[in-house]
């Protein structure tokens, strides 16, 4: 089975750009969990996606949303940017939920400058 | 409160043996799960702890204590290509829509030759 695939991998932006990225999970796997990894911070979870809803949430403000497709394939967009949204974002599947064993992508490593 | 504590750093020898520690807090343990993350990639699974006692796979072991909030994993034979950063991930909360991992900061292991 191939992997979880996330695009773009590198990102560069400025401070009040927006941005989205994409992850598509597994083959079967219909949930798409996405965090934030900074080096003082360690991996933060952003949200859960399953069956095309928000299953679960963590603690980020509203700039940060997703949505899931029908394929489960997953986008998230980061609205407003600001110099402390600089981070690996890492896209995780599961074929149970967020609690379960992740599959990570490879990343999305977004500089905003 | 819910936490998770591993070392930031460690260092070990090729060819020896290296246990690294996380202890942890939470009001509804569900089972620990272990990942190594190289510089610049995504995490991966290596193992998962749900009750007492050792798990083996190959060179690489993990163990549970949840009286104590203790786990730990560890390494033999150690390789170079065994640096990396080592997170600790522990499920709380009981089947369904109230479970949540909760991640460490991780273990940053350097392997010297």
């Known amino acids: 089975k191939a992997g979880v695939t996330q695009t773009p991998r590198y990102l560069i932006k400025t401070r009040g750009q927006q941005v989205t990225l994409s992850c598509s999970p597994i083959s079967g796997h219909r949930s798409v969990s996405w965090y934030q990894q900074t080096p003082g911070q360690g991996l933060q979870f952003l949200f859960e996606?399953?069956?095309?809803?928000?299953?679960n949430k963590g603690n980020f403000p509203g700039r940060f949303s997703g949505r899931q497709f029908s394929n489960s394939r997953s986008e998230m967009n980061v609205s407003t940017l600001e110099l402390g949204d600089s981070a690996l974002y890492l896209c995780?599947?599961?074929?149970?939920?967020?609690?379960?064993?992740?599959?990570f992508g490879p990343g999305t490593r977004l500089t905003v400058l | 409160g819910q936490n998770i504590d591993q070392p930031t750093e460690m260092t070990a020898t090729e060819g020896a043996i290296v246990q690294i520690n996380c202890t942890y807090q939470?009001?509804?343990?569900?089972?620990l799960f272990w990942y190594q993350q190289h510089a610049g990639e995504a995490p991966t699974f290596l193992s998962y702890n749900v009750l007492d006692g050792l798990e083996e796979k190959g060179r690489f072991s993990s163990f549970l204590s949840r009286s104590k909030g203790y786990s730990y994993l560890l390494l033999k034979e150690l390789q170079m290509k065994d640096s990396a950063s080592y997170l600790c991930a522990v499920r709380d909360g009981l089947a369904g829509n109230n479970r949540k991992l909760i991640w460490g900061l991780g273990t940053s292991l350097a392997v010297n030759p």
């Open positions: 996606y399953f069956s095309e809803t928000q299953r």
């Open positions: 939470t009001s509804g343990f569900n089972g």
């Open positions: 995780a599947s599961s074929f149970q939920g967020f609690a379960d064993t992740q599959y």
